[in-house]
């Protein structure tokens, strides 16, 4: 069973609803989650927000936030799930910010760099990646890894 086909399963049994935030891999996961046949039953929508401007307007992230941390950074993510959770009004959001590349990798930040958070009731969490291979590799990567996170806070493998 696909990641996606289990989560979808898992949410819907657990009457839970999910949204997405989504910046460099740009609707994938929204696309896979959609992809699996009665996923309205648990999926609220997602919200692709590439630029800064549009993290801002749509998900309420603070631009202050954006100019001291960076798009790509740990707090940003949490930001972007949080709005998003907010906004869409469902029990679980997954927010993804990264640098897929081939360019805008930094020494500090390479390309491969990627944020993920988890926000649920009364709790934000994040991880932080460091991926190889080409932009859709790390795209691919990252949506494994932002479903991975939904199914293990659904385990309860989750904290703050």
Do not use: Q, W
Not at 8 to 32: D, F, H, K, M, Y
Not at 67 to 88: D, F, I, Q, T, Y
């Amino acid at each position: 069973m696909r990641i996606e086909e289990r989560l979808v399963r898992t949410l819907t049994a657990r009457s839970l609803s999910l949204c997405t935030a989504e910046s460099c891999t740009g609707g994938l996961i929204a696309g896979r989650i959609t992809s699996v046949p009665g996923a309205s039953a648990c999926f609220e929508g997602g919200i692709v927000t590439y630029s800064n401007r549009a993290k801002t307007i749509l998900l309420g992230v603070p631009a202050e936030l954006i100019e001291h941390h960076g798009a790509v950074s740990e707090e940003v993510a949490r930001a972007m799930a949080e709005g998003a959770r907010e906004r869409l009004g469902t029990d679980i959001a997954v927010a993804v910010t990264g640098i897929a590349g081939p360019a805008g990798g930094s020494p500090e930040k390479p390309v491969g760099t990627v944020f993920i958070s988890l926000a649920a009731p009364g709790m934000t969490s994040a991880r932080g990646f460091r991926f190889e291979g080409t932009r859709s590799e790390i795209r691919r990567r990252s949506g494994d890894e932002a479903l991975n996170f939904v199914l293990d806070h659904l385990d309860g493998k989750v904290s703050e």
